[in-house]
């Protein structure tokens, strides 16, 4: 009882609030000197100039209650900023995590936020207490001294000066230092800002692509019935699929399935589905990104040329160019927003009976793009029961000791994949016509997979097991024997390294013979002219970085080394 009356003494004392408050402000700067890979400079400026500024603030009212709710936006990126680094170990909140609040459904978020409960509790025991006693300040209307505040106003001027000065030695001796990128929260507020730009250009979308064409069309005979089916999978990693050597079963099906060619070595120049999606469904790759406002998807190309078009989704609306491209269709349906039950959650095999509907129809020129939920995590949610083959695949909480759990039921999830497009392409086959199936995956996963304890994906910084994903092309003997210098092309080019980003539009497009100004067979896996290229990733500013040059550990290039895909840094734009 009487330790509990001391520290309600001293939390009635409004001076020592002043500094309990002035702590909790800069807490995510010291948590981020021991998480981020900077040189001793920057760090100790990331927590001397934003220290000094809280400390200037907090002296202009002399209710320090008062200041620490008007600061109260900082303590909104704490908390989030300390969430974030429980989750993927490093980095600030990036431009795409404030993006992704408004692309997530609110499902996907539900099934996240049930596994960050010790970070929300960890920000619920640092925040709120200080936020209840930041009010009652308010209320009981009490009030810091003149003198005490006058002193802490001289010290907080001297501690600026100081902060100004280790923020001119971070960028003498730092010569890659950015206020904007390095100096927590000075980099937040700047990506706040980036991030209401963008989505105003987004919501702008539609006005600034109406113009646009791509003058697109077809090089093959109109007599000869075809049909293009280009498969987009979700958090899939190359890592986990037998056919590129995992010691696992989980392609039964399509190891054994005639007219498969697997490329090895394809990365994703993004980890996040909102960027990577409308990449891989248009000419856009990351040397261009920006100009994604203006253009249109693949399946607009197609359209052009005479084809028949139908978008058939597994996901919800999230309100960004995935839903804009998908539109362009002449037939689309997202089919989870079928039902009004939030928890409405069919599995990828309700595609393909909207793909048995379309090929009924029996257009002579078809395409047909499927969006699937493939292996999103909650992975156990992603397969029925009778799919479950590796065992056990429960509990899926996001903890490193049901590491071997989660593996299963991401396995089960790969062979499910495996199944759906063996069914996609058996569809195919009963058409008897001229025929191809392209799939990639919009990234992959981590799942616990090395000492740095990673899970999912969309990381600011990425890992090999993000980028790395799975890339296969089908053809059925009709499409072989009309275009058998197709097949030879992608054998010969199978095992070079690839972007999925770059060559998945422009492979369709060769795949299809259609011309364009945007066609460039040079990315296309399918071409003779096919050019290996220094691959690039898609940071969060938009702007192209080699991986060496975006912060990938140590274990990350040696499994890159291991797979046989770094040698591709040394390879010129």
Not at 30 to 38: D, G, N, S
Not at 506 to 522: C, F, H, K, V, W
Request: negative net charge.
């Amino acid at each position: 009882m009487k330790l509990f009356k001391n520290i309600k003494q001293w939390l009635h004392n409004q001076e020592h609030l002043f500094y309990l408050f002035l702590i909790i402000l800069i807490v995510p700067n010291i948590i981020l000197c021991f998480t981020e890979p900077m040189p001793v400079v920057a760090k100790v400026c990331n927590i001397l100039l934003p220290f000094a500024s809280y400390y200037l603030l907090m002296t202009l009212s002399r209710n320090c209650g008062k200041m620490f709710w008007i600061l109260f936006l900082f303590i909104f990126f704490g908390a989030f900023q300390i969430v974030l680094l429980y989750l993927f170990g490093q980095s600030i909140i990036a431009v795409d995590m404030f993006l992704n609040l408004v692309t997530t459904n609110s499902s996907e978020a539900m099934e996240l936020l049930d596994n960050l409960i010790p970070a929300l509790v960890s920000v619920i025991i640092l925040y709120i207490p200080a936020l209840v006693l930041a009010a009652i300040s308010i209320i009981r209307k009490r009030q810091l001294s003149p003198v005490f505040i006058r002193r802490e106003r001289k010290r907080a001027f001297v501690a600026l000066v100081i902060g100004f000065i280790s923020l001119g030695a971070a960028y003498g001796l730092d010569k890659r230092y950015e206020l904007k990128s390095d100096l927590y929260p000075a980099n937040v507020c700047y990506n706040v800002v980036l991030a209401f730009q963008r989505n105003a250009q987004t919501r702008a979308y539609h006005q600034t692509s109406k113009n646009f064409t791509f003058s697109a069309r077809a090089s093959h005979p109109e007599d000869r019935r075809e049909i293009y089916i280009m498969v987009v999978g979700e958090t899939s990693r190359a890592m986990n699929w037998s056919l590129y050597d995992y010691n696992r079963e989980t392609n039964p099906e399509l190891a054994n399935m005639e007219g498969i060619t697997a490329f090895c070595h394809a990365l994703t120049e993004s980890n996040t589905t909102h960027k990577s999606v409308p990449m891989l469904l248009s000419s856009v790759s990351a040397s261009n990104f920006d100009s994604i406002y203006y253009q249109k998807s693949i399946i607009t190309a197609f359209k052009e040329a005479g084809f028949q078009t139908a978008f058939f989704s597994n996901q919800r609306y999230n309100h960004s160019f995935i839903d804009f491209f998908g539109m362009e269709a002449d037939t689309y349906d997202f089919i989870k927003e079928d039902s009004d039950d939030s928890k409405y959650n069919p599995s990828d095999d309700e595609l393909l009976k909207l793909v048995e509907q379309e090929l009924r129809k029996g257009n002579q020129k078809q395409f047909i793009v499927l969006h699937t939920y493939g292996s999103h995590f909650n992975y156990r949610e992603r397969y029925p029961e009778a799919h479950a083959f590796f065992m056990p695949d429960f509990p899926v909480d996001a903890e490193v000791k049901y590491k071997d759990n989660l593996l299963n039921a991401y396995d089960n999830s790969i062979r499910y994949t495996d199944d759906f497009l063996a069914r996609v392409i058996n569809l195919l086959k009963e058409q008897e016509v001229d025929a191809t199936m392209l799939y990639t995956s919009d990234h992959g996963e981590d799942i616990f997979d090395d000492s740095r304890h990673l899970f999912l994906h969309a990381s600011p910084v990425p890992s090999y097991y993000q980028l790395h994903v799975p890339f296969l092309l089908w053809t059925s003997e009709n499409y072989q024997k009309a275009y058998p210098e197709i097949q030879r092309a992608a054998l010969m080019n199978r095992q070079k390294n690839i972007s999925s980003s770059a060559s998945f539009f422009q492979t369709m497009m060769e795949l299809a013979g259609i011309e364009t100004p945007y066609r460039n067979d040079s990315l296309s896996v399918v071409s003779p002219l096919y050019t290996e290229k220094s691959r690039v990733y898609l940071n969060d500013h938009n702007e192209p970085r080699t991986l060496d040059d975006i912060g990938m550990g140590k274990e990350d290039f040696e499994m890159l080394q291991r797979r046989g895909i770094i040698f591709l840094l040394q390879i010129p734009h």
